[in-house]
C-alpha cells in the first residue's frame, strides 16, 4: 500500500499549526462578549468584541478593550485587516505590585505591556505603558501600527495606585527607570 508523502505532511503541519494556535489563544486575552454590528447573510457578521488582558508586569492591573473584528468573507478564513479603533479602560483589581520573580525588573516610560496582530501582515495593537510619579498612576495607551503608514486612532487610560488591604499603596515610581 502506496502512503501519500504530501498528505502526511500537510496533516502533521496542520495539526502543528492547530497546536500552535490553541497555545497562542490560551496565552492571549480573555474574552468577555461579542456583539454583531451589522448582519452578513452568509458568512459571520462584522462585531465588536470585548477583552481583558492583564498587565504581564504588574500584579492587580487589568485592562479591558474593545476592538472591531470585520466578519465576510475575509474574516472568515481569518484574513482580514481589522480596523485601528481600539478603546481602552485599565482599572486596579487587587494590591499593585511587581509581578513575583520580576522584583529587579523596571520599565520604561512608553513601553509596550501588550501587543495583539490585527492583520494578516504588519499592523499591530499596542498597549503600552507609563507612570505618572507625581500622581502616582499608571498610565496606558493603546494604539494601532502599520508598516507602511501610521495611525493616529488611540486611547488612554490610567489608575490611580490606591491601598489594598491596609498600608501604604505601591509608588510607581520605584518601578521607572
Known sequence: MKTNRFGAIFSIAFAAAL?????CAQEGPDLIFRKSTDFKLLTPNDKLATYVVDDPLIDGVA????AHE?????GMFGVAEQTSEVSLACSQFGPIKLRA?????KFTQGDLAISERRSLFFKQMHIARGCDTRRNMLVYMV???KLVEGSPE????TVAIQPWGGGEPAKCANWVR
Open 19 to 23: 497546536g500552535a494556535s490553541a497555545a
Open 63 to 66: 485592562c479591558a478593550f474593545t
Open 70 to 74: 470585520k466578519g465576510g468573507v475575509a
Open 101 to 105: 520573580g520580576k522584583e529587579n525588573e
Open 143 to 145: 494604539y494601532s501600527d
Open 154 to 157: 488611540n486611547s488612554t487610560s
